[in-house]
């Protein structure tokens, strides 16, 4: 087997993350060496390189500048969670209002039924009175459903259309 194909054989294990660290050191000092090497190995000796620490210098003030990203994330983290409380707090208010609104109108209902009541009144101290105008009050009724009705069938399905 040739070192090209080793090395092709290599990638695919590393592509699949079953290498081993000596074959990954092996991966680097290939690509670093640069020696003479197949044209489509090219492009994985520009990866190779690139995740080699003393190919990539740190870039001025870094530190300062993720202890300030940190700093702001931890800002918003912060006015998140006094927002959240906020919300958490009104819901709370919420609820309780609307126990003690409860609460309130029950007391009063309840208040309300325990005093003595009247039995309701009759209207009408004669029965056939009553039934004369209970009679009149339906007949009236059965009237006007019956104009309804007959209203309702003269409409064709023409008309409706």
């Not at 800002?75 to 919300?87: D, H, I």
């Not at 208010?93 to 009541?117: E, P």
């Not at 009679?135 to 009705?149: P, R, V």
């Amino acid at each position: 087997m040739t070192q090209t194909e080793n090395i092709r054989m290599l990638l695919e294990k590393f592509y699949d993350g079953l290498t081993t660290e000596a074959e990954e050191k092996t991966l680097h000092d290939y690509f670093r060496q640069g020696n003479d090497m197949a044209e489509e190995l090219k492009e994985e000796q520009l990866f190779f390189r690139a995740m080699q620490p003393e190919d990539c210098p740190v870039p001025v003030a870094l530190g300062e500048r993720l202890a300030r990203q940190i700093n702001q994330w931890n800002t918003v983290e912060k006015t998140a969670r006094r927002s959240s409380q906020r919300a958490s707090l009104r819901w709370i208010t919420a609820a309780a209002a609307s126990l003690l609104l409860v609460v309130s109108v029950s007391v009063f209902v309840y208040h309300g039924q325990g005093k003595a009541q009247q039995p309701p009144q009759d209207t009408y101290t004669n029965q056939e009175d009553a039934y004369a105008q209970t009679s009149k009050a339906l007949l009236k009724f059965s009237k006007s459903l019956n104009k309804g009705i007959e209203k309702a069938q003269e409409i064709t399905p023409k008309q409706i259309d």
